[in-house]
């Protein structure tokens, strides 16, 4: 689990059940849809003030490895871009932790305006269908590189029967080599107890003509 990020008198964390009733206070006051939003309280990052008071928060919804970052609010007007810059941080620990490639957001203020950039035509397609929104242009911010182009699961499983084989091969070699030495062995046991029987009934002959 994530630790919190703590500054004096503030606390960054995930959002828990406990913090429903005042998350659902902030989401009101900003008129953001807070009956969908309460079914998705562990998107959210919050910002605790000294006491218990829900700051700030910021919503960070995940679909493969894309983010949009959605649903902010603020207790006091006057916080906000200094606890935006604080849930940023936290988010971005997050995108990390995640594997993200991309954060997308459709914020329009200037703190995040400084911190995302349009996206760019070519981009767009990437956005995932999930990633509802309002008319507002989309925002966005590369974490990471692009993965590779995933293997296809008939190249993944011809991959893996070929792997099995040459084990299975391996094995089999093994297996040979093991039976050769085996058989040298028990030939070697053999003429050991045929030397051994004859020195014996030769030594035996002999005690009788004595």
């Known amino acids: 689990m994530m630790a919190g990020m703590t500054t004096p008198n503030q606390h960054v964390r ?7 009733q005042k998350l659902v206070a902030l989401w009101k006051q900003e008129s953001l849809p807070w009956q969908d939003l309460e079914k ?5 990052q919050v910002v ?4 218990g008071e829900l700051l700030g928060i910021a919503g960070l919804q995940i679909t493969g490895a894309e983010g949009r970052l959605h649903s902010e609010a603020y207790a006091h007007a006057e916080q906000a871009d200094a606890l935006r810059e604080k849930l940023w941080e936290r988010t971005q ?11 997308w957001t459709q914020f329009a203020t200037p703190f995040w305006n400084r911190s995302f950039q349009y996206a760019a035509a070519e981009v767009l397609p990437k956005l995932p269908p999930a990633f509802t929104g309002d008319p507002h242009p989309w ?22 029967k070929q792997l099995e084989k040459e084990r299975t091969d391996q094995m089999f070699r093994q297996a040979r080599v093991l039976k050769v030495i085996a058989a040298i062995v028990a030939l070697a046991l053999f003429g050991l107890v045929a030397v051994w029987a004859f020195l014996f009934f030769r030594m035996q002959g002999r005690k009788r003509r004595q």
């Open 14 to 20: 995930r959002a828990t059940v406990e913090d429903l």
């Open 40 to 44: 998705r309280f562990k998107e959210f």
């Open 48 to 51: 605790e003030g000294e006491g």
């Open 139 to 160: 925002k966005v911010v590369q974490i990471r590189p692009e993965a590779a182009a995933p293997v296809s699961i008939d190249k993944e499983f011809a991959m893996f």
């Open 93 to 103: 620990i997050v995108a990390n932790n995640f594997g993200l490639v991309r954060i």
